[in-house]
């Protein structure tokens, strides 16, 4: 989720100092710092960065009391590195710092990829003729993602192999716990209704944890993902619940919401629906892999749990963007939709 730098999350000038002279010595860069906050999402602050004529970017962990594993930039930059050369389209990893006197926390720094990115699922700046295409390069980057040797590419130990959805709920509902503002009687049916009946499958491979429409930079002019960014919450998965996150971010979000495509006429739009994506996904992948309405309840479970941190770092005066609390306040409708799916009502 790129970030807007605000507050707290601001490299200061003495920062931009420091980190001038360490880029240079560093990456032998040469010429003149320019530091520019990029606006949009909730998670680790974001900067355009450029020394002379290199352009890079520049992701942080935000200041602040954090909840446990969150906001690992460590893990972004590792397994950004770990993929460059295996199809899987990555912006190219320089370097990573987890010297706090530089900026103020840990770091990385990136190229910057040239590409058009996409604040809402619409794509509603892009041509109609390129959007059903471009949401099959979509599907195809993130069968590629699943498809990625674990082993060849370093990423054994990324993440434990099986049991993945049992301890991601178990986590999603600790920080539910440790978020929360108020109790919220759906979310407790809901979290029941998930462990009473996780799935027999179960698949291990890489998991991006947060793919969709405005995490991918496109082709400048075409109808392609070229990079694929914000690999925070990356580990070895449930390839289902990657599929699924992605499906609920376009079609159980609506579009004033968080740029979703509920409520949306998807054919006037030339936009695909939810089974024309999925069956995407499965031709890319080998058609081995079935989404199911629990794989959905769970991702929706999930990013309710996401949001209600977003509104208590909100709460908290440390957020990365400055609509944190109105974002936040989206939690209570993704329980209500899991809900729905789960037939909680």
């Known amino acids: 989720m790129l970030s807007q730098a605000a507050g707290a999350n601001a490299i200061s ?8 002279a360490y880029l240079k010595d560093e990456l032998g860069l040469d010429g ?4 520019q906050p990029v606006a949009g999402g909730q998670s680790n602050p974001t900067f355009f960065v450029t020394v002379g004529r290199r352009r890079l970017v520049l992701r942080k962990r935000p200041a602040g009391t954090l909840l446990p594993s969150a906001h690992a930039v460590d893990r972004e930059y590792c397994v950004q590195k770990a993929l460059a050369g295996t199809g899987v389209p990555v912006p190219t990893m320089l370097l990573y710092c987890d010297d706090p006197t530089i900026v103020g926390t840990s770091f990385y720094v990136m190229e910057r990829v040239e590409g058009r990115i996409f604040g809402d699922s619409a794509m509603a700046s892009t041509a109609r003729e390129d959007r059903r295409e471009m949401y099959a390069s979509a599907a195809r980057v993130l069968a590629a993602i699943h498809d990625v040797d674990i082993e060849a590419a370093g990423l054994s130990d990324f993440g434990k192999h099986g049991g993945f959805i049992q301890r991601q709920l178990k ?7 440790l978020s929360k503002a108020t109790d919220d009687p759906a ?3 809901l ?10 499958t179960d698949e291990t491979t890489l998991t991006h944890g947060d793919f969709r429409i405005g995490n991918l930079i496109y082709h400048p002019t075409e109808p392609r993902v070229i990079a694929v960014l914000d690999w925070e919450l990356s580990t070895l998965g449930d390839p289902l619940a990657d599929l699924a996150h992605s499906c609920a971010y376009s079609w159980h979000i609506k579009p004033d919401e968080y740029g979703g495509l509920l409520g949306v006429d998807l054919d006037a739009g030339g936009l695909p629906t939810l089974a024309e994506f999925v069956d995407e996904y499965r031709k890319a992948s080998g058609g081995r892999r079935e989404l199911t309405d629990y794989h959905l309840a769970f991702a929706l479970f999930r990013n309710a749990a996401i949001f209600e941190g977003i509104a208590a770092r909100a709460r908290q005066g440390n957020a990365s963007s400055a609509d ?3 974002v936040g306040a989206l939690a209570p409708l993704f329980v209500q939709r899991g809900a729905r799916i ?4």
């Open 13 to 20: 000038s003495s920062g931009e100092a420091r980190l001038e």
């Open 32 to 35: 003149e710092l320019s530091v």
């Open 171 to 177: 986590r999603w509902s600790q920080q539910w716990q």
């Open 187 to 189: 979310m407790e049916k």
């Open 191 to 200: 979290i029941a209704w998930l462990r009473e009946n996780i799935p027999a």
């Open 324 to 326: 944190a609390a109105r």
């Open 342 to 345: 789960a037939g909680l009502g």
